[in-house]
């Protein structure tokens, strides 16, 4: 089946050019020019990534974000015309998965189209009748195969991100990983210095999990070193 991709962004040589490279992959295309089209689009089609520009008119790029998020798991690959690290960081908190900044090469651009697809295929549909491999970390219940955590019996709602970095330190309790480490486990990229990547996506992390944990902290800071699970 060709997965279907949504390419939201108010430039339309970007939206055309974006379209070209996706085709050429053999992927089906829709477009939106601006933050709301694409809501619009999300709410009566199924879409199964969704490449979105940071700044759009109507409703911009970290909006559209935080209403995909509160209801819906696809893939969501930010773009953004500037560099800064704050536009990085807030994209990434409002729960993108990814983030390139423009220009972009456009090979780079589809292998990572490419990977966000297929750990999206892979967590949908791993759900194997067998026994799931779950880890206990105190109240918290990780299961990787059906890609779900639970607390107390409600389920918590992750980013493919969030999950690869939890499951990561579940699996190695008392290990503790760099930000490095975890980046190029995770994101299978070379990591180079001053990325916030993995430090925001923990933040954002613990949020989550402190919402539903009533103060149990499953996530621990090594000063200088990195992050771990204890128990």
């Known amino acids: 089946m ?12 970007i939206r055309d ?5 996706l085709l050429n992959e053999g992927y089906k295309v829709v477009k939106a020019k601006d933050g709301q089209e694409a809501l619009d689009i999300i709410e009566n089609e199924d ?3 969704l490449v979105l520009d940071i700044m759009m008119p109507k409703v911009n790029g970290i909006e559209v974000c935080k209403k995909v998020r509160q ?3 696809m893939p969501i690959l930010m773009l953004s015309a500037k560099s800064e690290d704050m536009d990085k960081i807030q994209g990434l908190m409002t729960g ?3 983030y390139m900044t423009k220009p972009f090469n456009p090979l780079e651009f589809t292998v990572r189209v ?4 297929r750990r999206s295929y892979y967590l949908n549909n791993n759900n194997s009748s067998e026994e799931s491999d779950l880890i206990n970390v105190g109240s918290l219940t990780i299961d990787k195969t059906r890609h779900r955590v639970v607390a107390d019996g409600e389920e918590i709602s992750l980013t493919a991100r969030e ?5 990561l330190m579940a699996s190695n309790k008392g290990r503790v990983f760099s930000s490095e ?7 299978k990229e070379k990591y180079f210095q001053s990325n916030n990547t993995v430090m925001v996506h923990i933040s954002r992390l613990r949020d989550k999990l402190d919402k539903h944990l009533n103060g149990e902290k499953i996530i621990h800071t090594v000063w200088g070193v990195g992050y771990k699970i204890e128990k």
């Open 2 to 13: 060709n997965n279907k991709i949504l390419v939201a962004d108010d430039e339309k040589e």
């Open 17 to 21: 050019l974006l379209e070209i490279y």
């Open 47 to 49: 879409v199964d990534l």
């Open 71 to 73: 209801n819906k798991n």
């Open 96 to 98: 993108a998965d990814d």
């Open 114 to 117: 490419k990977a966000l697809l």
């Open 163 to 167: 999950f690869d970095i939890l499951y």
């Open 181 to 187: 480490e975890i980046f190029e486990k995770v994101w």
